[in-house]
């Protein structure tokens, strides 16, 4: 695959990847190499990984529990005194090996740690290929509140290699196929008719796809880098879909979402939203919450889970002046960015979604 320039990085793919990975710290020269993984990327990942490298530089694991509930400053605080006790200095370089936590998290930690180390992202999960590798967005979140603390930093490079989904879950192959239907939904319609012309979800029919979801984000985020105008199409279905995300991580009676099931909802709602507000058909509606329904199924949101869902939305780091901010859209590929919604349509595009 071709390497898409991000920036002033590349994001490289399968085995060209590790040639140029070893040619950077060939050149870089690295005092020593960090890898940062869980406990699932340490064990299915980091032999993959270490195969590749070819390097004579001493190399040091740091191993941080997986899950959205640990992607916070105190689990950076214990990365960063790992660093310290084990020699870290302004010509060390991390390497972050894993899903969208990793990476968010590391590359926070890299930047931060001595005003700034050079970090690398292999993403290992589809959601963290297709929505984490490129934007320069690194973070972690603040309480349940998602990605409140963090800042716009370049890594050297990314690694995308598609041996690595052979490593994840169905539901999270399901959960990074999310940001894909959003990039047809709101971008290029032709991803989701391929998408919903599959006769089964495989990682074969899904690999196809990365390439041009990775494309797609960086056509939107060379374009607008920090946000202002373009890029905020990428956070259709995010506005609801990271309150509901956060109220079933934070509510103990709930069992957690994956980032994708709680952004299909966000779609569903937000969809249903646009065709109140922006005359969005009618039928590509019922297409769309039909489609998404079969490949998530539904999740079970009582009307007494409305109001504590809402609350989280005055969090949103999108928001400005205490105003709620909606990506809405008129068709597929037709977007309004910055729009308001009334509390009485968000109620009601919830109830759309559990009918």
Not at 24 to 31: I, L, M, Q, R, T
Not at 105 to 115: D, I, M, N, T, Y
Not at 300 to 313: G, R, V
Request: charged share 25%; with cysteine; net charge negative.
């Amino acid at each position: 695959m071709t390497p898409i320039l991000s920036n002033n990085y590349y994001v490289n793919f399968q085995d060209d990847a590790y040639k140029k990975l070893n040619s950077f710290v060939a050149n870089y020269n690295p005092s020593i190499i960090f890898v940062l993984v869980d406990e699932n990327t340490n064990e299915n990942c980091l032999p993959i990984l270490l195969q590749k490298l070819e390097c004579k530089v001493i190399i040091e694991i740091i191993e941080i529990e997986s899950g959205e509930e640990n992607k916070n400053l105190d689990t950076c605080s214990g990365v960063w005194h790992a660093l310290t006790e084990l020699g870290a200095d302004r010509k060390s370089l991390l390497i972050n090996l894993g899903g969208g936590v990793i990476t968010d998290l590391g590359g926070f930690v890299a930047s931060c740690f001595k005003r700034g180390i050079a970090f690398v992202n292999i993403p290992t999960t589809l959601l963290s290929m297709v929505d984490a590798s490129v934007g320069g967005k690194t973070g972690v979140d603040l309480g349940v509140l998602k990605n409140q603390i963090g800042l716009f930093s370049d890594p050297e490079m990314v690694l995308i290699d598609t041996t690595y989904l052979d490593t994840i879950s169905e539901r999270e192959l399901r959960s990074g196929l999310a940001e894909i239907l959003k990039y047809g939904l709101s971008y290029d319609v032709k991803l989701w008719n391929e998408i919903i012309s599959f006769n089964e979800l495989s990682i074969k029919n899904i690999s196809k796809l990365i390439h041009r979801s990775i494309q797609i984000k960086n056509e939107v985020v060379t374009e607008d880098p920090k946000e202002t105008g373009l890029r905020k199409i990428l956070n259709f279905g995010h506005t609801l879909g990271h309150a509901v995300e956060s109220y079933f991580l934070e509510t103990e009676t709930k069992e957690k979402l994956t980032h994708g099931e709680a952004i299909v909802i966000g779609m569903i709602t937000e969809t249903f939203i646009s065709q109140k507000l922006l005359n969005f058909p009618e039928n590509k509606l019922a297409e769309i919450k039909e489609v998404l329904i079969k490949i998530y199924g539904k999740i079970t949101i009582e009307p007494a889970d409305y109001q504590p869902i809402l609350d989280l939305l005055i969090h949103d780091k999108k928001n400005v002046g205490g105003k709620v901010n909606f990506v809405l859209l008129s068709d597929f590929e037709k977007f309004k960015l910055d729009s308001k919604v009334e509390k009485e349509l968000l109620i009601a595009a919830l109830d759309f979604y559990n009918v």
